[in-house]
């Protein structure tokens, strides 16, 4: 089994910064994509940041240049930094990766419970 955990999220004021970390634990044989996602009151869950196993981190519209994600492979993490934040960056944000485990030939996908981000005015 696969467990994603994601956390650093909290308050925070217009204009500041914070990192959220994603953990992944489990019978782990390989990753493929990983992505974190996010979700406003009311809309839906959209794409922030997919970082591909090549290495390439495509970046949702109104994130780009004020986000970057990053993954550990070795330390199963990816990282989430958000600067020059807005208060239109409120969300729960979602961790999720692909992962192949020792018994399977293929990649599932796994979700975290999501972490949530208030960024005051």
């Known amino acids: 089994q696969v467990q994603v955990v994601e956390s650093g999220g909290g308050l925070v004021q217009s204009g500041g910064s914070l990192r959220l970390s994603c953990e992944v634990s489990g019978s782990i044989f390989s990753f493929g994509a990983m992505g974190w996602y996010r979700q406003a009151t009311g809309k839906q869950r959209e794409l922030v940041a997919g970082l591909l196993v090549g290495g390439t981190v495509n970046y949702g519209a109104s994130v780009q240049g004020r986000f970057i994600a990053f993954r550990d492979n070795a330390k199963n993490m990816v990282y989430l930094q958000m600067n020059s934040l807005k208060p239109e960056d409120t969300a729960v944000y979602y961790c999720?990766?692909?992962?192949?485990?020792?018994?399977?030939?293929?990649?599932?996908?796994?979700w975290g419970p999501g972490t949530e981000v208030i960024v005051s005015s």
């Open positions: 999720d990766v692909y992962v192949r485990t020792g018994s399977s030939a293929e990649y599932s996908r796994y």
